[in-house]
Protein backbone atom coordinates (compact mmCIF):
# COMPACT_ATOMS: atom_id res chain seq x y z
CA UNK A 1 0.00 0.00 0.00
CA UNK A 2 1.29 3.62 -0.79
CA UNK A 3 1.83 6.10 1.78
CA UNK A 4 -0.62 8.29 0.18
CA UNK A 5 -3.01 6.32 2.32
CA UNK A 6 -1.51 7.65 5.66
CA UNK A 7 -3.77 10.34 6.72
CA UNK A 8 -2.29 12.47 9.47
CA UNK A 9 -4.29 15.33 11.23
CA UNK A 10 -2.46 18.24 13.48
CA UNK A 11 -4.12 20.12 15.66
CA UNK A 12 -2.00 23.39 16.63
CA UNK A 13 -2.85 25.64 19.78
CA UNK A 14 -2.84 29.73 20.21
CA UNK A 15 0.43 31.79 19.37
CA UNK A 16 2.85 31.80 16.52
CA UNK A 17 5.80 29.84 18.92
CA UNK A 18 2.76 26.98 18.43
CA UNK A 19 1.38 27.46 15.03
CA UNK A 20 4.93 27.20 13.11
CA UNK A 21 6.37 24.05 14.61
CA UNK A 22 3.24 22.14 14.14
CA UNK A 23 2.95 23.37 10.50
CA UNK A 24 6.71 22.80 10.10
CA UNK A 25 5.78 19.24 11.23
CA UNK A 26 2.61 19.47 8.73
CA UNK A 27 5.22 20.29 5.86
CA UNK A 28 7.55 17.53 6.49
CA UNK A 29 4.84 14.82 7.20
CA UNK A 30 3.53 15.69 3.51
CA UNK A 31 7.43 15.41 1.77
CA UNK A 32 7.14 12.22 3.37
CA UNK A 33 4.07 12.21 1.03
CA UNK A 34 1.07 11.77 3.95
CA UNK A 35 -2.01 13.05 3.40
CA UNK A 36 -2.04 15.90 5.61
CA UNK A 37 -5.40 17.77 7.54
CA UNK A 38 -4.81 20.60 9.72
CA UNK A 39 -7.39 22.17 12.37
CA UNK A 40 -7.35 25.52 13.13
CA UNK A 41 -10.06 27.80 15.25
CA UNK A 42 -10.46 31.58 13.00
CA UNK A 43 -10.18 34.27 14.11
CA UNK A 44 -6.25 33.65 15.32
CA UNK A 45 -5.67 35.67 17.86
CA UNK A 46 -2.35 37.23 16.15
CA UNK A 47 -2.61 38.54 12.67
CA UNK A 48 0.42 36.84 12.11
CA UNK A 49 -1.21 33.29 12.75
CA UNK A 50 -3.89 34.63 10.32
CA UNK A 51 -1.43 35.13 7.84
CA UNK A 52 0.79 32.39 7.94
CA UNK A 53 -2.55 29.68 7.59
CA UNK A 54 -3.20 31.45 4.43
CA UNK A 55 0.13 31.05 3.26
CA UNK A 56 0.68 27.64 4.03
CA UNK A 57 -2.67 27.11 2.50
CA UNK A 58 -1.74 28.73 -1.18
CA UNK A 59 1.46 26.86 -0.76
CA UNK A 60 -0.26 23.11 0.02
CA UNK A 61 -3.36 22.94 -1.89
CA UNK A 62 -4.14 19.94 -1.84
CA UNK A 63 -3.91 19.65 1.95
CA UNK A 64 -7.42 19.53 4.23
CA UNK A 65 -7.97 22.06 6.13
CA UNK A 66 -10.66 22.34 8.72
CA UNK A 67 -11.55 25.23 10.87
CA UNK A 68 -12.86 24.85 14.12
CA UNK A 69 -15.60 27.40 15.32
CA UNK A 70 -15.59 28.28 18.68
CA UNK A 71 -17.68 28.14 21.30
CA UNK A 72 -17.55 30.81 24.41
CA UNK A 73 -16.93 28.97 27.65
CA UNK A 74 -20.32 28.33 29.25
CA UNK A 75 -18.87 28.83 32.90
CA UNK A 76 -15.05 29.98 32.41
CA UNK A 77 -13.42 28.21 35.49
CA UNK A 78 -10.04 30.75 35.26
CA UNK A 79 -9.98 34.51 35.68
CA UNK A 80 -6.41 34.75 37.09
CA UNK A 81 -5.42 35.57 33.27
CA UNK A 82 -6.27 38.17 31.01
CA UNK A 83 -3.30 36.81 28.42
CA UNK A 84 -5.10 36.71 25.22
CA UNK A 85 -3.25 32.85 24.15
CA UNK A 86 -3.98 31.07 27.44
CA UNK A 87 -8.05 32.46 27.42
CA UNK A 88 -7.89 30.64 23.47
CA UNK A 89 -6.86 27.71 25.25
CA UNK A 90 -9.21 27.94 27.18
CA UNK A 91 -11.84 28.48 24.80
CA UNK A 92 -10.93 25.74 22.25
CA UNK A 93 -11.04 23.04 25.16
CA UNK A 94 -14.45 24.28 25.42
CA UNK A 95 -15.33 23.55 22.02
CA UNK A 96 -14.32 19.83 22.07
CA UNK A 97 -17.59 18.73 21.23
CA UNK A 98 -17.75 19.53 17.96
CA UNK A 99 -14.41 17.70 17.69
CA UNK A 100 -15.57 13.86 17.22
CA UNK A 101 -18.20 14.36 14.60
CA UNK A 102 -15.43 16.80 12.11
CA UNK A 103 -12.84 13.85 12.60
CA UNK A 104 -14.94 10.22 12.37
CA UNK A 105 -16.49 12.37 8.85
CA UNK A 106 -12.99 12.67 7.45
CA UNK A 107 -11.69 11.06 4.24
CA UNK A 108 -9.91 8.61 4.46
CA UNK A 109 -10.30 8.01 8.10
CA UNK A 110 -7.75 9.08 9.53
CA UNK A 111 -4.38 6.87 10.47
CA UNK A 112 -3.08 9.47 13.59
CA UNK A 113 -3.46 12.62 14.79
CA UNK A 114 -1.18 14.89 15.99
CA UNK A 115 -1.67 17.49 19.39
CA UNK A 116 -0.47 20.37 20.66
CA UNK A 117 0.65 20.05 24.19
CA UNK A 118 -1.65 22.65 25.57
CA UNK A 119 -4.72 20.40 23.99
CA UNK A 120 -3.64 17.06 25.66
CA UNK A 121 -7.31 16.76 27.35
CA UNK A 122 -9.61 18.04 25.21
CA UNK A 123 -8.16 15.94 22.27
CA UNK A 124 -7.49 12.43 24.18
CA UNK A 125 -10.88 11.38 24.95
CA UNK A 126 -12.08 12.00 21.50
CA UNK A 127 -9.02 9.65 19.99
CA UNK A 128 -9.51 7.22 22.35
CA UNK A 129 -13.36 7.07 21.31
CA UNK A 130 -11.76 6.81 17.76
CA UNK A 131 -9.26 4.03 18.19
CA UNK A 132 -6.78 6.42 16.71
CA UNK A 133 -3.40 6.52 17.53
CA UNK A 134 -2.53 10.27 19.07
CA UNK A 135 1.13 12.09 19.52
CA UNK A 136 1.67 15.05 21.06
CA UNK A 137 3.42 17.90 19.33
CA UNK A 138 5.81 19.40 22.37
CA UNK A 139 6.86 22.74 21.19
CA UNK A 140 9.59 23.02 23.87
CA UNK A 141 13.04 21.34 24.97
CA UNK A 142 13.11 18.32 25.86
CA UNK A 143 14.32 19.47 29.21
CA UNK A 144 10.64 21.23 29.95
CA UNK A 145 9.10 18.42 28.44
CA UNK A 146 10.79 16.39 31.68
CA UNK A 147 9.88 19.12 33.91
CA UNK A 148 5.96 19.09 32.70
CA UNK A 149 5.54 15.57 32.80
CA UNK A 150 7.56 15.42 36.34
CA UNK A 151 5.58 17.90 37.67
CA UNK A 152 2.82 17.11 39.27
CA UNK A 153 5.03 14.70 41.75
CA UNK A 154 6.54 17.75 42.85
CA UNK A 155 3.84 20.16 44.02
CA UNK A 156 3.51 19.09 47.45
CA UNK A 157 7.39 19.80 48.14
CA UNK A 158 7.65 22.70 45.97
CA UNK A 159 7.52 25.36 48.60
CA UNK A 160 10.81 23.85 49.86
CA UNK A 161 12.87 23.05 47.28
CA UNK A 162 16.02 24.56 46.16
CA UNK A 163 16.52 23.14 43.31
CA UNK A 164 13.98 20.34 41.12
CA UNK A 165 15.81 17.12 41.19
CA UNK A 166 14.33 15.41 37.88
CA UNK A 167 15.77 11.66 38.15
CA UNK A 168 18.15 11.09 35.04
CA UNK A 169 18.45 15.48 34.74
CA UNK A 170 20.67 18.33 35.67
CA UNK A 171 19.09 19.78 38.62
CA UNK A 172 17.12 23.37 37.57
CA UNK A 173 17.17 25.84 40.19
CA UNK A 174 13.63 26.58 41.51
CA UNK A 175 14.15 30.19 40.30
CA UNK A 176 13.77 28.90 36.50
CA UNK A 177 10.35 27.53 37.32
CA UNK A 178 7.67 29.25 35.27
CA UNK A 179 5.80 31.67 37.55
CA UNK A 180 2.82 30.88 36.93
CA UNK A 181 3.46 27.11 38.03
CA UNK A 182 4.10 28.21 41.48
CA UNK A 183 1.18 29.66 42.34
CA UNK A 184 -1.65 27.84 42.99
CA UNK A 185 -4.54 29.03 41.10
CA UNK A 186 -3.19 29.90 38.05
CA UNK A 187 -4.85 28.68 34.56
CA UNK A 188 -1.46 27.58 33.44
CA UNK A 189 -0.96 25.33 36.47
CA UNK A 190 -4.07 23.76 36.25
CA UNK A 191 -3.33 22.77 32.78
CA UNK A 192 -0.21 21.48 33.57
CA UNK A 193 -1.55 19.40 36.49
CA UNK A 194 -4.56 17.99 33.85
CA UNK A 195 -2.87 17.37 31.09
CA UNK A 196 0.44 16.04 32.55
CA UNK A 197 -0.74 12.52 34.07
CA UNK A 198 -2.00 11.53 30.76
CA UNK A 199 1.05 11.68 29.16
CA UNK A 200 1.47 8.36 29.06
CA UNK A 201 -1.75 7.74 27.37
CA UNK A 202 -0.52 8.66 24.29
CA UNK A 203 1.63 6.60 21.38
CA UNK A 204 4.62 8.83 21.48
CA UNK A 205 5.36 12.61 21.82
CA UNK A 206 7.21 14.32 18.92
CA UNK A 207 9.87 17.26 20.09
CA UNK A 208 11.62 19.58 18.25
CA UNK A 209 15.50 18.89 19.20
CA UNK A 210 18.11 16.54 18.51
CA UNK A 211 20.76 14.35 20.45
CA UNK A 212 23.71 16.56 20.15
CA UNK A 213 21.70 19.86 22.02
CA UNK A 214 19.69 17.25 25.01
CA UNK A 215 21.05 14.00 24.76
CA UNK A 216 20.62 14.09 28.78
CA UNK A 217 17.08 15.12 28.80
CA UNK A 218 16.05 12.71 25.97
CA UNK A 219 18.13 9.70 27.02
CA UNK A 220 16.15 9.96 30.56
CA UNK A 221 12.73 10.47 28.82
CA UNK A 222 13.15 7.54 26.72
CA UNK A 223 14.08 4.91 29.44
CA UNK A 224 11.39 6.01 31.42
CA UNK A 225 13.41 7.80 34.71
CA UNK A 226 11.91 10.86 34.52
CA UNK A 227 8.07 9.00 34.47
CA UNK A 228 7.58 5.51 34.53
CA UNK A 229 5.33 4.39 31.54
CA UNK A 230 6.63 7.62 29.12
CA UNK A 231 5.77 6.33 25.08
CA UNK A 232 8.91 7.02 22.80
CA UNK A 233 10.29 10.57 22.55
CA UNK A 234 10.72 11.33 19.18
CA UNK A 235 13.59 13.95 18.46
CA UNK A 236 12.65 15.16 15.01
CA UNK A 237 14.14 18.34 14.82
CA UNK A 238 15.86 20.56 14.18
CA UNK A 239 12.87 21.48 11.95
CA UNK A 240 13.48 23.28 8.74
CA UNK A 241 12.51 26.73 8.50
CA UNK A 242 9.65 26.61 5.30
CA UNK A 243 9.58 28.88 1.95
CA UNK A 244 5.64 29.12 2.64
CA UNK A 245 6.91 30.70 5.68
CA UNK A 246 8.68 33.58 4.23
CA UNK A 247 6.96 37.28 2.53
CA UNK A 248 8.04 39.29 -0.02
CA UNK A 249 7.51 42.41 2.57
CA UNK A 250 9.92 41.60 5.18
CA UNK A 251 12.72 41.98 2.69
CA UNK A 252 14.07 45.19 4.16
CA UNK A 253 16.43 43.97 7.24
CA UNK A 254 17.47 41.25 4.93
CA UNK A 255 18.37 44.14 2.08
CA UNK A 256 19.87 46.38 5.44
CA UNK A 257 22.16 43.07 6.20
CA UNK A 258 23.46 42.20 2.82
CA UNK A 259 26.26 44.71 2.77
CA UNK A 260 27.66 44.52 6.69
CA UNK A 261 30.52 42.69 7.32
CA UNK A 262 30.15 38.61 7.91
CA UNK A 263 29.48 38.10 11.98
CA UNK A 264 29.13 41.75 13.03
CA UNK A 265 25.95 42.24 13.52
CA UNK A 266 24.11 41.26 16.60
CA UNK A 267 19.99 40.77 16.03
CA UNK A 268 17.90 41.10 18.87
CA UNK A 269 14.22 39.91 18.85
CA UNK A 270 11.64 38.47 21.77
CA UNK A 271 9.48 35.99 20.00
CA UNK A 272 5.53 36.52 18.64
CA UNK A 273 4.08 37.31 22.57
CA UNK A 274 7.07 39.40 24.47
CA UNK A 275 6.08 42.83 24.80
CA UNK A 276 8.62 44.90 27.38
CA UNK A 277 7.49 47.69 29.26
CA UNK A 278 9.04 50.88 27.84
CA UNK A 279 11.48 51.48 29.71
CA UNK A 280 12.79 48.13 29.40
CA UNK A 281 12.37 48.62 25.73
CA UNK A 282 14.47 52.12 25.99
CA UNK A 283 17.27 50.20 28.63
CA UNK A 284 17.66 47.78 25.47
CA UNK A 285 18.14 50.89 23.04
CA UNK A 286 20.88 52.15 25.40
CA UNK A 287 22.55 48.93 26.00
CA UNK A 288 22.43 48.40 21.81
CA UNK A 289 24.52 51.74 21.53
CA UNK A 290 26.39 50.84 24.97
CA UNK A 291 27.89 47.75 22.51
CA UNK A 292 29.31 49.45 19.83
CA UNK A 293 28.18 46.64 17.64
CA UNK A 294 26.16 47.11 14.56
CA UNK A 295 22.61 45.68 15.16
CA UNK A 296 19.10 44.59 13.74
CA UNK A 297 16.61 45.10 16.67
CA UNK A 298 12.65 44.28 16.42
CA UNK A 299 10.47 45.83 18.71
CA UNK A 300 7.15 44.74 20.05
CA UNK A 301 5.15 47.12 22.28
CA UNK A 302 1.66 45.02 22.34
CA UNK A 303 1.43 41.34 22.95
CA UNK A 304 -0.88 40.94 19.87
CA UNK A 305 0.26 42.22 16.99
CA UNK A 306 -2.81 43.69 16.01
CA UNK A 307 -3.02 46.19 18.87
CA UNK A 308 -0.04 47.55 17.82
CA UNK A 309 -0.92 51.31 16.69
CA UNK A 310 2.01 53.40 18.28
CA UNK A 311 4.82 54.72 16.00
CA UNK A 312 8.59 53.67 16.83
CA UNK A 313 9.75 57.03 17.48
CA UNK A 314 7.09 57.19 20.20
CA UNK A 315 8.18 53.66 21.97
CA UNK A 316 11.89 55.04 21.80
CA UNK A 317 11.68 58.47 21.87
CA UNK A 318 13.21 60.27 19.26
CA UNK A 319 16.89 61.35 20.64
CA UNK A 320 17.43 57.80 21.38
CA UNK A 321 16.15 56.55 17.78
CA UNK A 322 18.19 59.48 16.24
CA UNK A 323 21.69 58.11 18.42
CA UNK A 324 20.70 53.99 16.79
CA UNK A 325 20.57 55.49 13.63
CA UNK A 326 24.55 55.14 12.69
CA UNK A 327 24.92 51.42 13.80
CA UNK A 328 21.76 49.61 13.34
CA UNK A 329 18.30 49.05 12.32
CA UNK A 330 15.67 48.90 14.18
CA UNK A 331 11.89 47.89 13.08
CA UNK A 332 8.88 47.18 14.80
CA UNK A 333 7.14 44.61 12.43
CA UNK A 334 7.09 40.90 11.84
CA UNK A 335 10.35 39.70 10.37
CA UNK A 336 11.22 36.60 8.49
CA UNK A 337 13.71 35.19 11.65
CA UNK A 338 14.48 32.17 10.47
CA UNK A 339 16.00 33.64 7.19
CA UNK A 340 17.54 36.67 9.35
CA UNK A 341 19.57 34.03 11.38
CA UNK A 342 20.77 32.46 8.06
CA UNK A 343 22.65 35.59 7.39
CA UNK A 344 25.87 35.57 7.04
CA UNK A 345 25.85 39.37 8.36
CA UNK A 346 24.41 38.22 12.08
CA UNK A 347 26.89 37.08 14.53
CA UNK A 348 24.88 36.84 17.78
CA UNK A 349 21.13 36.91 18.55
CA UNK A 350 19.76 38.54 22.08
CA UNK A 351 16.54 36.22 22.56
CA UNK A 352 14.64 35.32 25.34
CA UNK A 353 15.13 31.77 24.72
CA UNK A 354 11.67 30.66 23.06
CA UNK A 355 11.88 27.19 21.89
CA UNK A 356 11.64 28.07 18.06
CA UNK A 357 14.33 31.37 18.32
CA UNK A 358 16.63 28.36 19.88
CA UNK A 359 16.34 26.09 17.71
CA UNK A 360 16.27 28.40 14.60
CA UNK A 361 19.75 29.95 16.22
CA UNK A 362 21.14 26.11 16.53
CA UNK A 363 20.21 25.78 12.85
CA UNK A 364 22.23 28.71 11.45
CA UNK A 365 24.71 28.18 14.22
CA UNK A 366 24.31 31.58 15.52
CA UNK A 367 25.52 32.55 19.74
CA UNK A 368 22.78 33.00 21.84
CA UNK A 369 22.94 35.63 24.83
CA UNK A 370 19.90 34.35 26.59
CA UNK A 371 17.80 36.83 28.51
CA UNK A 372 14.44 34.48 29.67
CA UNK A 373 11.15 36.54 30.17
CA UNK A 374 8.87 34.03 30.81
CA UNK A 375 7.65 30.66 30.90
CA UNK A 376 9.47 27.78 29.63
CA UNK A 377 12.39 30.40 29.26
CA UNK A 378 15.25 29.80 32.28
CA UNK A 379 14.85 26.51 31.85
CA UNK A 380 15.44 26.19 27.95
CA UNK A 381 18.34 29.29 28.97
CA UNK A 382 19.81 26.32 30.92
CA UNK A 383 19.75 23.92 27.70
CA UNK A 384 21.43 27.14 25.67
CA UNK A 385 24.07 27.75 28.22
CA UNK A 386 24.61 23.70 29.22
CA UNK A 387 25.43 22.93 25.81
CA UNK A 388 28.00 25.55 25.09
CA UNK A 389 27.28 28.32 22.67
CA UNK A 390 24.80 30.82 24.58
CA UNK A 391 25.80 32.84 27.40
CA UNK A 392 22.97 33.65 30.30
CA UNK A 393 23.22 36.31 33.14
CA UNK A 394 21.30 34.83 35.97
CA UNK A 395 20.67 37.38 38.22
CA UNK A 396 18.46 39.35 35.35
CA UNK A 397 14.75 39.12 36.37
CA UNK A 398 11.90 37.36 34.91
CA UNK A 399 9.70 40.40 32.83
CA UNK A 400 8.39 42.38 34.77
CA UNK A 401 10.36 42.18 37.90
CA UNK A 402 12.84 44.69 37.82
CA UNK A 403 14.68 46.18 34.89
CA UNK A 404 18.19 45.50 33.76
CA UNK A 405 19.60 48.65 32.86
CA UNK A 406 21.71 49.46 29.21
CA UNK A 407 25.05 49.04 30.77
CA UNK A 408 24.91 45.82 31.85
CA UNK A 409 23.00 44.86 28.61
CA UNK A 410 25.80 46.73 26.33
CA UNK A 411 28.56 44.65 27.95
CA UNK A 412 27.08 41.63 27.89
CA UNK A 413 26.31 42.13 23.82
CA UNK A 414 29.92 42.95 23.48
CA UNK A 415 30.79 39.84 25.78
CA UNK A 416 29.16 37.54 23.24
CA UNK A 417 30.14 38.87 19.91
CA UNK A 418 33.88 38.32 20.58
CA UNK A 419 33.36 35.05 22.21
CA UNK A 420 35.37 32.61 20.21
CA UNK A 421 34.61 29.24 22.01
CA UNK A 422 30.93 30.32 21.43
CA UNK A 423 30.98 30.57 17.97
CA UNK A 424 32.79 27.28 17.40
CA UNK A 425 30.37 25.51 19.82
CA UNK A 426 27.64 26.70 17.75
CA UNK A 427 28.92 25.89 14.49
CA UNK A 428 29.58 22.49 15.83
CA UNK A 429 25.82 22.62 17.10
CA UNK A 430 24.37 23.23 13.10
CA UNK A 431 26.67 20.99 11.81
CA UNK A 432 25.04 18.26 14.29
CA UNK A 433 21.40 19.89 13.62
CA UNK A 434 22.02 19.14 9.63
CA UNK A 435 22.84 15.70 10.02
CA UNK A 436 20.17 14.71 12.24
CA UNK A 437 17.72 16.02 9.46
CA UNK A 438 19.63 14.87 6.87
CA UNK A 439 19.10 11.18 4.92
CA UNK A 440 19.25 8.88 7.69
CA UNK A 441 19.46 11.42 10.44
CA UNK A 442 17.12 10.63 13.64
CA UNK A 443 14.09 12.47 11.88
CA UNK A 444 14.11 10.56 9.06
CA UNK A 445 14.41 7.14 10.37
CA UNK A 446 12.03 8.23 13.08
CA UNK A 447 9.36 9.32 10.47
CA UNK A 448 9.72 6.52 8.28
CA UNK A 449 9.50 3.89 11.05
CA UNK A 450 6.03 5.69 12.28
CA UNK A 451 4.38 5.90 9.04
CA UNK A 452 5.07 1.98 8.37
CA UNK A 453 3.20 1.63 11.35
CA UNK A 454 0.39 3.99 10.54
CA UNK A 455 0.27 2.36 7.79
CA UNK A 456 -1.18 -1.05 9.50
CA UNK A 457 -4.30 1.31 10.57
CA UNK A 458 -5.17 2.07 7.02
N1 LIG B 1 9.19 35.19 14.60
C1 LIG B 1 9.41 35.72 13.35
N2 LIG B 1 9.38 37.07 13.22
C2 LIG B 1 9.16 37.91 14.25
C3 LIG B 1 8.97 37.34 15.55
C4 LIG B 1 9.00 35.98 15.68
O1 LIG B 1 9.61 35.00 12.37
O2 LIG B 1 9.15 39.12 14.04
C5 LIG B 1 9.12 33.71 14.72
C6 LIG B 1 10.41 33.10 15.22
O3 LIG B 1 11.27 32.85 14.14
C7 LIG B 1 9.89 31.83 15.89
C8 LIG B 1 8.50 32.22 16.39
O4 LIG B 1 8.12 33.37 15.66
O5 LIG B 1 9.74 30.81 14.93
C9 LIG B 1 8.48 32.58 17.84
O6 LIG B 1 8.57 31.42 18.62
P1 LIG B 1 9.46 31.35 19.94
O7 LIG B 1 10.82 31.77 19.64
O8 LIG B 1 9.32 29.96 20.48
O9 LIG B 1 8.86 32.42 20.90
P2 LIG B 1 7.35 32.77 21.40
O10 LIG B 1 6.61 33.38 20.32
O11 LIG B 1 7.54 33.58 22.63
O12 LIG B 1 6.78 31.31 21.77
C10 LIG B 1 5.95 30.78 22.78
C11 LIG B 1 6.46 30.97 24.22
C12 LIG B 1 7.85 30.36 24.35
C13 LIG B 1 7.78 28.87 24.00
C14 LIG B 1 7.23 28.73 22.59
C15 LIG B 1 7.04 27.28 22.18
O13 LIG B 1 6.46 32.34 24.57
O14 LIG B 1 8.32 30.53 25.67
O15 LIG B 1 9.05 28.25 24.09
O16 LIG B 1 5.95 29.38 22.49
O17 LIG B 1 6.19 26.61 23.04
Same mark, same amino acid.
Given at each position: MSSEAVHVALMPSAGMGHLIPCLRLASLLVQYHCKVTLITTLPTVSL? !?? #????? /?????PQLNQIHLQLQKPSSPSHNSTTDPFFLRYEAIRASSNLLSPLLSS???????????????????????????PNYILFTSSAAMFSFFSHFPTLVPSLPELDDVKIPGISPIPISSIPHMLLLPNTIFRKIVMEDSPKVTKFQGVFVNTFEALESQSLGALNVGKVVKGMPPIYAIGPFKPCEFEQEGQW *??????????????????? /???? @?????? #??????????????? /???????????? !? *??VELDEVLGLELEERMREKGLVVKQWVDQSVILGHKAVGGFVSHCGWNSVIEAAWNGVPIMAWPQHGDQKINAGVVEMSGWGMWNKDWDWAGEGVVKGDEIGEAIKEMMKNESLKIKASQLKEAG??? @??????? *???????? #? *??????
Open positions: A !EE #QLISR /FHSTFLSPPLSAFVTDVFLISLLLPITHGLGL *EAPLRWLDDKPVGSVVYVC /FGSR @TAMGRV #QIREVGEGLVRSGCR /FLWVVKDKVVDR !E *EERKA @TSVGGDC *EVALKKLI #Q *EWKKNV
